[in-house]
């Protein structure tokens, strides 16, 4: 969490860690509610809509719009032979990336996401290239 946009610090406490580590599980989840105890704990201190509520509150990445704004170096990127290869549908790949669609849907273009870093990591890694930041 060092580098993290979320601030969780009163469920940083140790004693805290081990105290929940230390409960049943039927505290930590009960009848579909995760986080149960937590719950409980918090009755009386939140409005009971934030506290039993199902939906969670996260922060979105709007990947497809980064993704297509370095469609240049994405499609360069997985045209000559890239390391991740032998586990891609190549022309699949190349295909996506010249479908605006790929980047309007919120699951493919996170899908997209991860593989670019893969692909990323590994030639860091493999290769030992020294990658450049990304840009568009």
């Known amino acids: 969490m060092a580098f993290s946009i979320e601030?969780?610090?009163?469920?940083l406490d140790v004693r805290l860690a081990e105290y929940i580590s230390q409960l049943?599980?039927?505290?930590?989840?009960?009848?579909?509610?995760?986080?149960?105890?937590l719950r409980r704990a918090m009755e009386g201190v939140l409005p009971a809509e934030v506290v039993w509520r199902r939906d969670k509150k996260g922060f979105v990445?709007?990947?497809?719009?980064?993704?297509h704004q370095m469609l240049p170096t994405l499609q360069e990127l997985f045209h000559n032979s890239p390391c991740l290869s032998s586990w891609?549908?190549?022309?699949?790949?190349?295909g996506a990336l010249e479908d605006e669609q790929t980047f309007?849907?919120?699951?493919?273009?996170?899908?997209?996401w991860r593989i670019v870093a893969a692909e990323l990591w590994l030639r860091m890694i493999e290769r030992r290239e020294n990658i450049p930041v990304l840009q568009s």
């Open 7 to 11: 601030a969780r610090t009163p469920f």
């Open 24 to 37: 049943p599980a039927n505290a930590r989840m009960r009848e579909g509610w995760s986080k149960y105890v």
């Open 61 to 67: 990445t709007p990947e497809g719009r980064w993704l």
């Open 88 to 94: 891609l549908r190549l022309r699949e790949l190349q």
């Open 104 to 112: 309007e849907n919120v699951t493919t273009a996170a899908t997209l």
